[in-house]
T-cell receptor, first 118, second 111 residues
Framework: ETGVTQTPRHLVMGMTNKKSLKCEQH?????MYWYKQSAKKPLELMFV???????ENNSVPSRFSPECPNSSHLFLHLHTLQPEDSALYLC?????????????????FGDGTRLSIL | KQEVTQIPAALSVPEGENLVLNCSFT??????LQWFRQDPGKGLTSLLL?????REQTSGRLNASLDKSSGRSTLYIAASQPGDSATYLC??????????FGKGTLLTVNP
């Protein structure tokens, strides 16, 4: 139990579908992240949210739409995805301490959602 | 653009052996470097984080070193156990705060 829960664990969808991935952290952290892990490629950071505000978007296509309603929940809304979007999507959280850089804090990861686009 | 390379891509050793995993990066202007472990079907678990001003960090049987000037880090695992079998990922935080991961080393420790 990592304290970061992702649902669903597996998702199969067609290119015209709309679905959402959910992440919930029970660690009292104030920063949350979405990562994409494709086969044979390095892990890629997609989005960073700090105190519910998006602070980083690494040139992610608009068919991926994140939402962070509060510090404990993070969603990734998906629509009109492409086959190359099939991957493991990982959520992580960390705690930003006063006076410290967010970059210095370890991130706690969920077990991911395995997404397959037909 | 920072590039992170991990060698070897896969490693298989008998139980009890000491081993070294390698990570190299192209831009030495880094903020910190982190080693993670990933079990099949699971997320990442942070093992060690080394600040750019540090030379090494230790946790139990794990020791990570950092040579910033040569763009290298090593993860040393002492007395390996079958439970150490996993993929080990290196991640470099550049001075512009961008995080770049390597592709990982798949470690198998045979009983």
């Amino acid at each position: 139990e990592t304290g970061v829960t992702q649902t669903p664990r597996h998702l199969v969808m067609g290119m015209t579908n709309k679905k959402s991935l959910k992440c919930e952290q029970h660690l009292g952290h104030n920063a949350m992240y979405w990562y994409k892990q494709s086969a044979k490629k390095p892990l890629e950071l997609m989005f960073v949210y700090n105190f519910k505000e998006q602070t980083e978007n690494n040139s992610v296509p608009s068919r991926f739409s994140p939402e962070c309603p509060n510090s404990s929940h993070l969603f990734l809304h998906l629509h009109t995805l492409q086959p190359e979007d099939s991957a493991l999507y990982l959520c992580a959280s960390s705690q930003k301490l006063l006076g410290e850089s967010l970059s210095n804090q370890p991130q706690h990861f969920g077990d991911g959602t395995r997404l397959s686009i037909l | 653009k920072q590039e992170v390379t991990q060698i070897p891509a896969a490693l298989s050793v008998p139980e009890g052996e000491n081993l070294v995993l390698n990570c190299s990066f192209t831009d030495s202007a880094i903020y910190n470097l982190q080693w993670f472990r990933q079990d099949p079907g699971k997320g990442l678990t942070s093992l060690l984080l080394i600040q750019s001003s540090q030379r090494e960090q230790t946790s139990g049987r794990l020791n990570a070193s950092l040579d910033k000037s040569s763009g290298r880090s090593t993860l040393y695992i002492a007395a390996s156990q079958p439970g150490d079998s996993a993929t080990y990922l290196c991640a470099v935080r550049s001075s512009n705060y961008k995080l770049t991961f390597g592709k990982g080393t798949l470690l198998t420790v045979n009983p």
